[in-house]
């Protein structure tokens, strides 16, 4: 019935589709750029050469990609991927209003999730959407390097997507609590092993 409408939600998934594309390929390139690094410096320690002097593009690659956020590259790229990937999300979930405007003309909506202020209420799940999506990926990039951090993002994740269905504020509010005090745990932590 209403055309004009499906169009636009076709044309918004699909560039939201591109957007996150981008977004996943650099939070891959980071996150496995640094996998890569950490697990040559495991090597390393597990030969025990900790005291043998480490190649030139050796401490070029641990400059860019270890040391968790200290690292030149890794936490501006990982930021931004993640970023990317919940505007994506963001603009896939804004392209759903003009469907929903449509829907509450005939229908009453006001008791179900989808009442209320449809773009406040797609800006908050596209940031647990697309946070979780980079806590996803991270987690099966880093299972075989630190599995521990790699479960816990996974954990993470899955929260993620429970709270996404719940799609409470207050819930959302919770998570992002626990999301701060997990990568403050894992920032400190990355600055210990050093």
């Known amino acids: 019935n209403h055309p004009k409408v499906a169009a636009g939600v076709m044309t918004q998934t699909i560039i939201a589709m591109v957007i996150g594309a981008i977004g996943i390929l650099g939070l891959l390139y980071s996150e496995v750029s640094s996998c890569l690094v950490y697990r040559e410096m495991d090597q390393i320690k597990a030969a025990e050469l900790d005291s043998a002097p480490k190649s030139v593009t050796l401490q070029q690659k641990i400059q860019w990609w270890h040391g968790g956020y200290s690292a030149v590259y890794r936490p501006v790229l990982t ?96 998570w992002a609590i626990v999301i701060a005090g997990a990568a403050f745990f894992l920032i400190r932590s990355c600055n210990e092993e050093e």
């Open 79 to 174: 930021l931004a991927a993640t970023l990317t990937i919940v505007v994506a999300s963001c603009v896939a979930l804004l392209g759903q209003c003009g469907v929903l405007d449509k829907v509450s003309e005939e229908y009453d909506l006001s008791g179900t999730q989808f009442g209320g202020d449809c773009v406040l209420r797609a800006i908050m799940l596209s940031v647990v959407d697309g946070v979780g999506m980079a806590l996803f990926l991270s987690s099966i990039v880093w299972m075989c390097t630190r599995t521990g951090f790699a479960l816990g993002a996974l954990f993470l994740s899955a929260a993620s997507d429970l709270v996404r269905s719940l799609g409470y504020a207050w819930l959302v509010l919770v």
